[in-house]
């Protein structure tokens, strides 16, 4: 069972409101972050590459996302481990990826005097999860977060596939929308990302992922009166 929120700040709490998909200039100035991350709620949730990959300095890309206000790094990987310093995935032994290097230190190290926490839930690159009931629940965890005053920093690799499934859930959920317009916003506000001329980022990547945020909604609402939901 997770903790109970706070009920003070329950009582406070208030999302951003949902903007206008057809503004874009408004969307840059809202949920436009960086070419590796945007907001999927603003100020609340990020949504990015793992912080450790890619060119440059891991802890410039720290500090920048730290600076942000985001404390609590949520980590989608089933082919890391997690940041605590374990090994040991799901019960199998989980060596780092080249590439992909540890980050809890240097999210320390750019902002020392900010608490800061490590979530982990192992999801297959290009894949859903593997138990739409332990994404129920890790959905609802991150909500309780979210509530509660932690602001998340949601990454898989690229930041867009897993983390695109996860947030699109989580906007879902948070601001009780239907599964398709979740999918549209994720992707949308994916989009914002500067990556050049002619790119194209998608995200979810895949069907599968989409078709496990259409599912994770229709099961959340056909039993609504699983742990700390805010619709009910």
């Known amino acids: 069972m997770f903790a109970a929120m706070s009920t003070s700040f329950a009582a406070s709490f208030a999302l951003p409101p949902l903007p206008d998909l057809r503004d874009l200039e408004a969307l840059q100035a809202t949920h436009s972050v960086s070419d590796t991350a945007h907001w999927a709620i603003p100020g609340l949730v990020m949504q990015g590459r793992h912080p450790g990959s890619g060119r440059g300095s891991t802890l410039s890309r720290l500090t920048a996302i730290r ?5 609590t790094f949520v980590c989608l990987q089933a082919e890391v481990p997690p940041q605590d310093g374990s090994t040991v995935l799901g019960g199998v032994a ?3 990826l080249p590439g ?5 230190a240097d999210a320390a190290a750019a902002a020392p005097e900010s608490p800061l926490k490590f979530a982990h839930f192992g999801i ?9 009931a332990a994404l129920r629940s ?7 977060r979210v509530r509660t005053g932690e602001v998340l920093y949601v990454h898989c690799w690229g930041g867009k596939g897993r983390a695109g499934l996860v947030c699109a859930c989580l906007l879902a959920y948070l601001y009780n929308i239907g599964a398709e317009e979740a999918l549209v916003r994720t ?3 994916c989009s914002l990302r500067n990556q050049g001329v002619g790119a194209t980022l998608l995200s979810p990547e895949t069907e599968e992922q989409k078709q496990q945020v259409r599912e994770f909604v229709r099961l959340s ?3 609504p009166d699983c742990v700390d939901n805010p619709n009910t």
């Open 124 to 132: 297959r690159d290009m894949h859903p999860a593997d138990d739409v």
């Open 94 to 96: 989980v060596e780092p």
């Open 138 to 144: 890790l959905v609802y965890e991150l909500a309780r």
């Open 100 to 104: 992909l290097e540890p980050y809890a």
């Open 187 to 189: 992707q949308v506000y």
């Open 221 to 223: 609402r056909a039993a």
């Open 67 to 71: 600076s942000e206000g985001c404390g």
